[in-house]
T-cell receptor, first 111, second 117 residues
Framework: DAKTTQPPSMDCAEGRAANLPCNHS???????VYWYRQIHSQGPQYIIHGLKNNETNEMASLIITEDRKSSTLILPHATLRDTAVYYC????????????FGSGTRLLVRP | GAGVSQSPRYKVAKRGQDVALRCDPI?????LFWYQQALGQGPEFLTYFQNEAQLDKSGLPSDRFFAERPEGSVSTLKIQRTQQEDSAVYLCASSLARDRILTGELFFGEGSRLTVL
């Protein structure tokens, strides 16, 4: 079973920041937080991952709370092409490599 | 190719037929995964290969499902005697990762959509 909780859907206006929350209250010390997204009719796409420090790349920023029980994925300037299902996943460091997907958050970016 | 390639993209089968789905991972990728995604759901893990070794097949739903990767590159997912509940998108992913070495990224193909009538 997925170890994360996400809102089923969100929307934001094009050009504005999209902040997608994720709860992972049972996360273990050796588990990373991963974010993937899936655009309609495509396979999931890696976005970012982190352990406890905030992370930023060309796609997004990941903010992890100090207690690591929740995180937020930030798309700083959402575009229509960011409309997708976003999955937050926790994954052990030294374990099998499978990702356990939940239901994700369906983000709709409005023109 | 540049990415993970899956074929066929679409397959329609009559109930009881056998089907084979192919995955060409990114060249040099050690790890290969198969996932099943039902309509409106997140992908569900089926099985994992490291090179030619099938290290985890805990997600295969029944003994009608069989996967192989004989030379450690191309993989085939075979479903025997297909049932309507097998209708789904079957996703393949690959990564450079080896066991006990963490890397972040799995690269997914676009999937094979199976419809069983």
């Amino acid at each position: 079973d997925a170890k994360t909780t996400q809102p089923p859907s969100m929307d934001c206006a094009e050009g504005r920041a999209a902040n997608l929350p994720c709860n992972h209250s049972t996360i273990s010390g050796n588990e990373y937080v991963y974010w993937y997204r899936q655009i309609h009719s495509q396979g999931p796409q890696y976005i970012i991952h982190g352990l406890k420090n905030n992370e930023t790349n060309e796609m997004a920023s990941l903010i992890i709370t100090e207690d690591r029980k929740s995180s937020t994925l930030i798309l700083p300037h959402a575009t229509l092409r960011d409309t997708a299902v976003y999955y937050c996943i926790v994954r052990p460091l030294f374990s099998s490599y499978k990702l356990i997907f939940g239901s994700g958050t369906r983000l709709l970016v409005r023109p | 190719g540049a990415g993970v390639s899956q074929s066929p993209r679409y397959k329609v089968a009559k109930r009881g037929q056998d089907v084979a789905l192919r995955c060409d991972p990114i060249s040099g990728h050690v790890s290969l995964f198969w996932y099943q995604q039902a309509l409106g759901q997140g992908p569900e893990f089926l099985t994992y290969f490291q090179n030619e070794a099938q290290l985890d097949k805990s997600g295969l739903p029944s003994d009608r499902f069989f996967a192989e990767r004989p030379e450690g590159s191309v993989s085939t997912l075979k479903i025997q005697r297909t049932q309507q509940e097998d209708s789904a998108v079957y996703l393949c992913a690959s990564s450079l990762a080896r066991d006990r070495i963490l890397t972040g990224e799995l690269f997914f193909g676009e999937g094979s959509r199976l419809t069983v009538l």
